[in-house]
């Protein structure tokens, strides 16, 4: 199985601030990597597919980017409503992998 | 409007079989890929398997003797059947659907549902 390696675990930032998650891939995994925010209450949301395509009604300061085996969530000007956990997940070989999760707190 | 909703019994005895439904509406499940991911403390999240909207399936093979993936599009019900339950089994399972025919990641997801598995 591909093994999906996430972090940082915990990540605390103030709103207005810009901030990374990576997750790296035991293997090529081309570009076939989602992002979802899991927030409680609500069903989880995609974010980013195929590494770097916004979902759409996803806002434009999230982005995601690859770099071989890396790719990099990237939210740019965060609001209070992106505080919330987020995973990465690969969907490109079976089973369709996840990482560990990161969670965004409130600075 | 898309809807995913995830039923079943909150809690199945050791060794026994646990069959759970999703019911959709907003889109028909001859459109589009349709996924089971279970998360748990010890474990995360878990993607379980899915079913291409041909009815090919896909099963995570740490699970794939114990597990069935079926669908009835009339009914816009997608279903999974897991048996010889034991106590890690014990997670929140979730439906989704896939972003488009050919394109896997999950686009929308169920609420959830808890599964206890205990005597």
């Known amino acids: 199985d591909v093994q999906m390696t996430q972090s940082p675990y915990n990540l605390a930032a103030s709103p207005g601030e810009s901030i990374s998650i990576n997750c790296k891939a035991s293997?090529?995994?081309?570009?076939?990597l989602a992002w979802y925010q899991e927030k409680p209450g609500k069903a989880n949301k995609l974010l980013i597919y195929?590494?770097?395509t916004l979902q759409s009604g996803i806002p434009s300061r999230f982005s995601g980017s690859r770099s071989g085996t890396d790719f990099t969530l990237t939210i740019r000007g965060l609001e209070p409503e992106d505080f919330g956990l987020y995973y990465c997940?690969?969907?490109?070989?079976?089973?369709?992998?996840f990482g560990s999760g990161t969670k965004l707190e409130i600075k | 409007q898309v809807q995913l909703k995830e039923t079943g019994p909150d809690l199945v005895q050791p060794t026994q079989t646990l069959s759970l439904t999703c019911t959709v509406s907003?889109?028909?499940?001859?459109?589009?890929?349709m996924t089971w991911v279970r998360q748990s403390p010890g474990n995360g999240l878990e993607w379980l398997g899915m079913m291409w909207a041909g009815g090919d399936t896909a099963y995570n093979s740490a699970l794939k003797s114990r597990l069935r993936i079926t669908w009835d599009s009339s009914k816009s019900h997608f279903y999974l059947k897991l048996d010889s339950l034991q106590t890690d089994d014990t997670a929140i399972y979730f439906c989704?659907?896939?972003?488009?025919?050919?394109?896997?990641?999950?686009?929308?997801w169920g609420q959830g549902l808890m599964v206890t598995v205990s005597s």
């Open positions: 195929d590494g770097s």
């Open positions: 907003g889109f028909s499940l001859k459109n589009y890929p």
């Open positions: 293997k090529s995994i081309s570009k076939y």
């Open positions: 997940q690969q969907h490109n070989e079976f089973p369709f992998t």
């Open positions: 989704a659907r896939g972003v488009d025919f050919s394109t896997y990641a999950l686009v929308y």
